[in-house]
């Protein structure tokens, strides 16, 4: 290891704490990971949490010991953390850690002290509740409805904070322990984010909240960039105060405390970068730029883009960008994804083999996408196995028979001609979903529909009521594709049309995005704010990404994408008919 220099990038997720090690030309050069439940079974966690019913919690001071673990094993392995110059990462969203009067001092400890491990410095003392809530976390359905009656209903939470109230989300977690815990409530002094824990730790001083990150909590006013007071107020008026007043927006948090620089070897002039969420951080993990769009093809499919527009709804997520200034990073989950694809595969693969199973083949179904000579261009359907997200509504599948010219559904129907039919149609109003829902939040593109469509017709998803018009020359530039199912070249090439990105289609296995987007970041913001380079992220990104590691998958196909744009409107008319 000759280089002059190198970049950590935390991932502290649910299950483990990884931390991922890259040069200055990006490239990773080592890699250690802490598994909660195997390397530290005294705290007797399953998969990494509590669970008490619709109760889920981490203790924190797992992540303590964790931290201490990972950075031991940098050193048992000869890695030379003094070459460190900059470390940020990612942390599981939503959680929250809650600090007593002690905190400070306590923390102030490492700035001194290397002798015994974190947990001695920052034990028990330091917080005034040992566990942190955990995204799985489903307890909170009375709070939840308390946050969207404080400001009058879902959408208005939504236009406010860019989401409705979710069970995870910090604000109604904070609310839930100040009603049902509140002696535990008045003894907490500061409340962190997983992210401003982690940082906090890294510095030796408690720090505010990253901004970004903060959007994910049902306080944030995304548009005037503070707390909500009306939300606030409903927690308590010491909230405010608790949170530590406004979130951070400085690029570097300070620098790494003499714990670590004692202790492990870091230089003492080494940076650190805010810690950010998991979701946020996966898109600083790829050279993203506006109207750009990752696609995550798993057991669920989620899509994440980076917009200029705040565009919020109800079924969907707006956080502020944490690299690009006046961006936001748009993230739509879907329950249906590959388990709904897999369905139709097992019932395909069935029927044409005798009855007989034919283990996870893909070979009938993906025929079946790319076969274009069906006469299936006035069909479309739904497939819901489990209830989904978006559009909100419980497990249903509907098969259908619409007028390709007006987009009217003519007929409901049992089946279509056979089971070939369901797995291209499957795939293609997965896709479609993506697309309408993507396109609020798009920069108007130079390639139009050239069908001849009512472009006044009014179409309805979500909470979203436009002219036709509005999504018929709406395009992503850069699609990329990642997540299991993205390696079935036939799923993606059919996503990949019904999207239709105008400058490529992409794919890349990333099994260390949230813990590479933390390197990166780490980088970057090292590097501005020492002034060594001046350029904003997303161009740093795309000029010194290692592209040789993406596969470009898909060719820009217009008719194909145009060929779409007829099955709009009665998509739209379809979800009208769901409950």
């Not at 809530?133 to 860019?162: I, R």
């Not at 696609?295 to 956080?319: A, E, I, M, W």
């Not at 590959?338 to 097992?346: G, M, P, Q, T, V």
């Not at 001609?417 to 993507?438: F, G, M, P, W, Y």
């Amino acid at each position: 290891m000759s280089q002059d220099s190198y970049y950590l990038g935390f991932d502290l997720s649910t299950q483990q704490l990884k931390c991922l090690a890259i040069d200055q030309d990006l490239k990773i050069v080592h890699s250690e990971t802490v598994e909660f439940e195997k390397d530290l079974p005294n705290y007797r966690t399953k998969k990494g949490v509590y669970i008490r019913g619709d109760t889920i919690e981490c203790p924190v001071a797992m992540w303590l010991e964790a931290l201490d673990l990972v950075l031991s094993k940098y050193c048992k392995a000869g890695f030379p953390l003094e070459k460190v110059v900059a470390v940020s990462g990612s942390c599981q969203q939503h959680g929250s850690v809650y600090w007593s009067s002690q905190a400070e001092a306590l923390l102030s400890q490492l700035n001194n002290e290397s002798e015994k491990d974190l947990v001695h410095y920052v034990g028990p003392a330091a917080f005034a509740r040992q566990t942190a809530p955990n995204w799985q976390d489903h307890s909170t359905a009375k709070q939840c409805q308390e946050f969207e009656q404080c400001v009058g209903g879902p959408e208005n939470l939504a236009q406010l904070t860019g989401s409705r109230a979710h069970f995870r989300f910090t604000g109604p977690q904070i609310l839930k322990i100040a009603e049902l815990e509140p002696e535990t409530y008045k003894k907490t002094n500061t409340i962190s984010l997983v992210s401003s824990f982690l940082t906090s730790v890294l510095v030796g001083h408690l720090v505010e909240l990253e901004e970004a990150d903060a959007c994910g909590m049902n306080l944030y006013d995304i548009r005037e960039r503070k707390f909500n007071n009306e939300l606030l107020h409903l927690i308590g008026d010491s909230c405010k105060q608790k949170l530590m007043g406004a979130p951070m927006k400085a690029m570097i948090a300070g620098k790494i405390c003499e714990y670590f620089t004692q202790k492990y070897g870091f230089s003492a002039d080494c940076k650190v970068s805010p810690m950010t969420g998991d979701n946020l951080a996966t898109i600083c993990s790829l050279p993203l730029r506006k109207d750009d769009v990752l696609v995550s093809l798993g057991t669920s499919t989620t899509v994440l883009l980076v917009t200029d527009k705040y565009h919020p709804s109800p079924n969907y997520h707006l956080f502020i960008h944490p690299t690009l200034p006046n961006h936001y990073m748009g993230m739509i989950c879907y329950c249906n994804g590959s388990l709904a694809r897999e369905k139709i595969r097992d019932q395909l693969n069935k029927e044409r083999a005798n009855n007989t199973e034919n283990d996870n083949d893909w070979t009938l179904f993906n025929q079946a996408v790319l076969d274009d000579s069906k006469d299936d261009d006035n069909e479309l359907g739904v497939y819901f196995p489990l209830g989904e997200i978006v559009p909100s509504v419980k497990a249903v599948d509907k098969r259908v028979l619409f007028n390709a010219k007006t987009g009217k559904i003519e007929q409901v129907v049992g089946k279509f001609a056979d089971l070939t039919h369901d797995a291209k149609n499957i795939v293609e109003s997965q896709a479609l979903s993506c697309r309408v829902r993507i396109s609020p939040l798009l920069s108007d593109s130079n390639t139009k529909s050239q069908k001849n469509l009512d472009e006044d017709t009014i179409v309805k998803f979500d909470y979203d009521e436009s002219p036709l018009r509005e999504y018929l020359n709406k395009r992503p530039e850069r699609t990329f594709f990642v997540g299991g199912a993205s390696k079935n070249g036939a799923i993606v090439k059919k996503f990949a049309q019904v999207i239709g990105a105008t400058k490529g289609n992409f794919r890349l296995d990333t099994p260390n995005s949230c813990a590479l987007g933390g390197c990166y970041k780490a980088m970057w913001s090292f590097l501005y704010d020492s002034n060594k380079i001046t350029v904003p992220f997303d161009k740093f990104l795309n000029d010194n990404f290692p592209w040789h590691v993406m596969e470009n998958i898909s060719d820009i196909d217009n008719e194909s994408w145009d060929r779409y744009n007829t099955k709009i409107v009665p998509l739209s008319e379809l979800e009208k008919t769901l409950s």
